[in-house]
């Protein structure tokens, strides 16, 4: 269980990362309203949001099985 929330964590942050460059590139020369931005902005934060929950799931099972 633990090692299924962790690949899940570690695939979510390299999405993260992902996406964050896509952003900084497409930004560079747009502006920060433009639709391209807000869509990958909008997935950042979706995928954030992932990240966190499973960071309090990991959290949460450890505690657990302590």
């Known amino acids: 269980m633990k ?3 962790l690949r899940v ?9 992902e996406l964050r460059i896509q952003m900084q590139k497409i930004a560079s020369d747009k502006d920060l309203t433009d639709p391209k931005v807000v869509s990958i902005s909008e997935k ?3 995928l954030i949001n992932e990240f ?5 799931r990991y959290i949460e099972n450890f505690s657990l099985s302590s």
């Open 3 to 5: 090692e299924d929330v």
């Open 9 to 17: 964590k570690l695939m979510v942050y390299e999405q993260i990362e």
């Open 44 to 46: 950042l934060d979706l």
């Open 52 to 56: 966190y929950i499973a960071k309090k």
